[in-house]
């Protein structure tokens, strides 16, 4: 790995870290740092993980959110099997508040891998979360009763 790389890397490394603390000014900083460390390359080169980060931080900083979220949606569309560029994808659309869309990419998270995050953000959306048997209506005294099972208190 050339010394480029390794730093480009680093500030990936850091500027996701500071992404999910929600320090999104220190997360741009960072991530912008290992895009020009990637300036040579066309933007197809660029990693997944880099481009749904970057383009988190810039609809949450306002600064650019077409782009923003056309990297979001980047990632999603051609490396979709990880539920955090879901994650990042809705939240990128809550900043904008676009709720429904945010809500299905939230969703189509969920069917990847049940990431707490998304749960946490849907709940905080007012969505509730799935049912225990989901072939079976909310409402269906299966579900209830499951449900109460897996919710009571130890």
Known sequence: MT??????ANY??????????????DAHINLRHALVGFGKLSLKDVPFM????????????????????????????????????????GKAL?????????????????TIDDDPRIEAE???????????IPFLPRRHFLNRYVGRLIRRPS
């Open 3 to 8: 010394d480029t790389a390794m730093k480009a």
């Open 12 to 25: 990936i490394e850091l500027g996701v870290l500071y992404a999910r603390e929600g320090r999104y000014l």
């Open 50 to 89: 880099l481009l749904s980060y970057y383009g988190l931080c810039l609809v949450a900083l306002g600064k650019d959110t077409g782009r923003g979220i056309a990297y979001c949606r980047r990632a999603v569309d051609e490396a979709g099997n990880r539920s955090e560029y879901y994650f990042n994808l």
């Open 94 to 110: 809550v900043f904008l508040k676009r709720k429904a869309e945010a809500i299905t990419a939230f969703q189509h998270g969920l």
């Open 122 to 132: 849907l709940t905080r959306l007012g969505i509730r979360s799935r049912p225990p």
